[in-house]
């Protein structure tokens, strides 16, 4: 029966073969030392820049973080069996003691990471920041005939306007979308549509014909942040470096994210130059005018001959 302990060399392994799919990784070797044999839980050889290469790897799966005995029993190992590069993973995490020796002395202090494997019990979560672009408020101004002007209320709500039995409003759902998409911050923006021909619209039981519509939209920014996990399909964490390396052809994933779980902020993305290799995560969420019920949009599209959108200042 193979032992919890031997399953994560196993995972280990793999990750290893999956960063470097050149080299040679073995799983749980003998090697002789100065002092008679040594086991080693995963052993890498390879070859960079023309240059052999051996890592020596230690892994622990243990119920408790790893703390700095270990890292001093694997540099002691280190030098017996000359290896270029000394790693531990641990599958609960480092002490901060241990963290601290291990860069001191050069070992690097990894947790392998492959979603939905129950062997895993390290959980990584980070902290997510979107630019939120809402629509705060909008009105809407139709276009029309002069002698129409007297079929016009005064008082009226835009989500009793239908054209072709369905709701104007969930037209400017997506458009309304798109408009945000356009603009970087706070701002207030008038987009104008002129129709082709006159169209008929109904504003509750009254028949309109309507030669444009235009649509005054207020939009606001803000920042917000929840905490999400996050991982890879196969990989690792890097605890002294707080990253994660994503081999080739693995996927990184993020979430679930709760809707119910923003809170606003008073910073945005972190302003740093990334380094080679790396990325980051950058997300815009968009509230636009919100539908009514899960009734189909009218396609104007076809019906609009000219759109023009002006920005206008919000502070003025």
Not at 108 to 134: M, W
Not at 220 to 227: T, Y
Not at 232 to 242: E, I, N, Q, R, S
Not at 281 to 303: A, F, M, N, S
């Amino acid at each position: 029966m193979t032992k919890l302990g031997d399953e994560y060399q196993t995972i280990v392994g793999l990750v290893q073969s999956a960063l470097d799919p050149a080299a040679s990784v073995k799983i749980g070797q003998w090697v002789e030392g100065p002092d008679g044999r040594r086991d080693i839980d995963v052993e890498v050889r390879g070859c960079s820049n023309n240059r052999e290469h051996f890592i020596l790897v230690e892994c622990k799966d243990w119920n408790r973080p790893v703390g700095i005995e270990p890292v001093d029993a694997l540099d002691s190992k280190r030098r017996d069996l000359g290896a270029d590069l000394a790693v531990i993973y641990s599958n609960s995490g480092f002490t901060e003691p241990a963290l601290r020796k291990a860069r001191r002395i050069g070992i690097q202090a990894f947790s392998a990471l492959k979603h939905r494997d129950k062997r895993i019990r390290i959980t990584l979560a980070q902290e997510l920041i979107v630019k939120a672009l809402s629509v705060q408020s909008y009105t809407l101004r139709f276009y029309f005939r002069q002698e129409v002007a007297s079929l016009f209320p005064k008082q009226w709500d835009p989500l009793q306007v239908t054209i072709s039995g369905l709701h104007l409003v969930n037209w400017l759902h997506a458009e309304s979308g798109d408009l945000l998409r356009s603009i970087e911050s706070s701002t207030r923006l008038v987009a104008t549509y002129e129709f082709s021909a006159e169209q008929e619209f109904m504003l509750g039981t009254q028949a309109i014909p309507v030669k444009g519509i235009e649509v005054t939209l207020v939009c606001v920014q803000k920042w917000l942040s929840q905490e999400v996990q996050t991982g890879v399909t196969l990989g690792h964490y890097d605890h002294l470096t707080k990253t994660i390396a994503i081999p080739d052809k693995e996927a990184y994933y993020f979430g679930p994210v709760d809707q119910d779980r923003w809170q606003e902020i008073e910073y945005s993305w972190p302003d740093e130059e990334l380094k080679p290799n790396s990325f980051q995560l950058r997300l815009t969420l968009l509230r636009p005018i919100v539908k009514v019920g899960d009734g189909e949009p009218p396609d104007l599209g076809p019906l609009i001959a000219s759109k023009s959108v002006r920005y206008i200042d919000p502070d003025r």
